[in-house]
């Protein structure tokens, strides 16, 4: 059994990481896990958990915490008529499987892959957010099969691999082909659920070394259950900032932090 004082601290940053990523889920619509994996890692690092495979950790314990707000986000969406459930059906099997290949690589490879994979990819991402425009296109549409599927399993395994739901890839890629965004951020809830519960089952059963305590696989059922309390706690007042204020600015502020962060996440694989 951990000692109190070694459970308090943990306990104690945990609920204010959840508590940021609540905030920012509803001030700016994008999902925590982005912020969540990079937290889980800084916070679990300075209580001394700084393992081979600290990454997995964070990974499948931001997913874990996807599998429980996501269908809330969905049933949400879903009362005002957003969800595009055609899309969600023929993209699942496709999803599906992409999440579960990301949850085999990620369980097989070192955390340090796992940083630089997280780093290169939210930083893109941020920029993304930084300097994407609505009016940029694709297409007027989806692309059909197969090229719609391949798309599909790529974006989960790369979310899957993060640690992240389906909006932080999901929306940007519905939007260039013209989806409108309103119904973009609903379908991505949707994708969240279908990548974070495979892997989260996946990840239940990889063995980890030098893991925090309470950790059952690759989740860390403390942060899991704190993070879940807190984040369900801040996200209405995220809400309520978002309708009092232009989050734009907000949002371009957040993209600059993502990329800093994925910069000094990349920053510490270099050892500079």
């Known amino acids: 059994m951990p000692d109190i004082s070694e459970l308090l601290p943990m306990v104690a940053l945990l609920f204010v990481i959840g508590g940021v990523a609540g905030v920012v889920a509803g001030l700016l619509g994008v999902g925590g896990g982005i912020v969540l994996v990079p937290a889980f890692f800084y916070a679990f690092t300075h209580l001394g958990y700084d393992g081979p495979q600290l990454m997995q950790i964070c990974v499948a314990t931001s997913l874990a915490t996807i599998v429980v707000t996501s269908p809330r986000s969905v049933a949400s969406h879903h009362k005002k008529g957003a969800v595009d459930w055609q899309m969600l059906r023929e993209w699942a099997p496709f999803i599906v499987a992409g999440a579960l290949a990301g949850t085999l690589v990620a369980a097989l490879v070192k955390s340090v892959v796992l940083q630089v994979v ?18 940029w296109r694709l297409g007027t549409e989806l692309p059909g099969q197969p090229t719609r599927g391949i798309m599909a399993s790529v ?14 890839f999901g929306v940007p890629l519905m939007s260039l082909y013209g989806v409108p965004i309103h119904r973009a951020v609903a379908t991505a809830a949707g994708l969240g659920v279908l990548i974070a519960t495979p ?60 990329t800093l962060v994925a910069l000094n996440m990349l920053r510490k694989v270099l050892g500079w």
Do not use: Q
């Open 199 to 258: 892997s989260v089952l996946g990840f239940l059963f990889v063995p980890i070394e030098n893991a925090p305590p309470y950790t059952v696989g690759a989740v860390n059922l403390p942060a899991f259950l704190v993070v879940i309390g807190s984040t369900m706690l801040t996200t209405p007042w995220g809400v309520k900032l978002a309708h009092a204020m232009d989050p734009k600015p907000l949002k371009r502020a957040f993209a600059v932090f993502i």
């Open 118 to 135: 997280f780093g290169v990819l939210a930083g893109l991402a941020g920029l993304y957010m930084a300097f994407g425009k609505p009016s």
């Open 155 to 168: 974006l989960a395994f790369c979310s899957a691999m993060m640690g992240i739901g389906g909006g932080t």
